[in-house]
C-alpha cells in the first residue's frame, strides 16, 4: 500500500462535496434550456372607436417626454454636489452623492452612503498609489488603488477627497 507524504497535494473535491465540481474536463455542467418568446402576431385591426384615442396618443407621448426630462434634470440635480472622481489606465475611483464606486477594469461595485461605515484613504509614501477602503457597518472593507501621473497630483487628492467627504458625510 502506498502513502503519500506530500502535504503539499490539495485534496480533490468530488461531486457529492461541490456540487459545481465537473470531473473531466471533456464534461460541461448541464444548461437549463433557454425559453424563445413566440413570434409576436399580426398587428390588431383599427377600429373607428379606437381611432379618437389614437389621436390623444401624441399629447400623452409629449407629457411622457416631460415627465422624462423631469427626470433627468432631477439627476443632473443630484451632480451638483461636489464629486472627487480619479482614474489611472487600470481602475477608477469615484465619490459623489451616490456614494462610492470602485472601478478596475471590467468591475465595479458600488456602495451607497447607507452601508458606508468609514471611507479610508492612504496615499504612498515612495510610490505614486492612492489607497482608499471604504468599511462597511457589516464589518468588511473593499479598498481600490490608483496610480497618479505625478507626486504633486498625489498630494492634492487626500484635500479633494476629504472635501467631498466632509460633505456628504455631514448630510448622512
Known amino acids: ?10 485534496p480533490e473535491f468530488a461531486a457529492g462535496t461541490d456540487p459545481a465540481f465537473i470531473p473531466l474536463p471533456g464534461l460541461a455542467a448541464p444548461v437549463a434550456p433557454r425559453k424563445t418568446e413566440p413570434e409576436s402576431e399580426a398587428a390588431p385591426e383599427t377600429d373607428p372607436e379606437t381611432a379618437p384615442e389614437l389621436d390623444e396618443a401624441p399629447e400623452a407621448a409629449a407629457e411622457a417626454t416631460d415627465a422624462e426630462a423631469d427626470a433627468v434634470a432631477g439627476a443632473e440635480g443630484a451632480e451638483d454636489g461636489p464629486v472627487f472622481e480619479i482614474s489611472d489606465r487600470r481602475g477608477s475611483i469615484r465619490v459623489a452623492r451616490e ?34 477602503t471604504v468599511h462597511l457597518s457589516s464589518r468588511r472593507w ?9 507626486r504633486a497630483q498625489l498630494k492634492e487628492w487626500p484635500a479633494e477627497l476629504d472635501t467631498v467627504l466632509d460633505a456628504y458625510f455631514e448630510e448622512s
Not at 1 to 10: A, H, L, R
Not at 122 to 127: E, K, L, Q, T, Y
Not at 142 to 150: D, G, L, P, R, Y
Open 142 to 150: 473593499f479598498n481600490a488603488e490608483v496610480e497618479a501621473a505625478s
Open 1 to 10: 500500500m502506498e502513502q503519500s507524504i506530500d502535504s503539499n497535494k490539495k
Open 99 to 132: 456614494g462610492v464606486r470602485f472601478t478596475l477594469d471590467d468591475q465595479e461595485a458600488d456602495f451607497d452612503w447607507s452601508e458606508i461605515g468609514a471611507v479610508e484613504m492612504n496615499a504612498a509614501r515612495f510610490g505614486r498609489r492612492f489607497t482608499v
